[in-house]
């Protein structure tokens, strides 16, 4: 986990519904090998950075339903 940084562009998931569970990532960080996620409701929360292989992996696995319906 990592401090937020106030340069980061923020991005809210499009699998993110209006019921409070929101996710947002700073994809124009990716270029430095990792992804920056946060909870959307706590913008002064802490920062999860993960690598790019592990964020493209989960990705996969939301898109392909592994993760189930919330």
């Avoid at 986990?1 to 998931?13: A, G, H, I």
């Avoid at 090998?33 to 959307?40: A, L």
């Amino acid at each position: 986990m990592s401090s937020e940084s106030p340069s980061l562009r923020w991005v809210k998931s499009s699998y993110s519904g209006n019921g409070g569970s929101c996710v947002e990532w700073a994809p124009d960080a990716a270029v430095t090998g990792t992804v920056p996620v946060r909870d959307s409701k706590d913008l002064a929360g802490p920062v999860l950075t993960l690598p790019t292989t592990a964020f493209s992996s989960f990705v996969a696995g939301v898109k392909g339903g592994e993760f189930g319906a919330v």
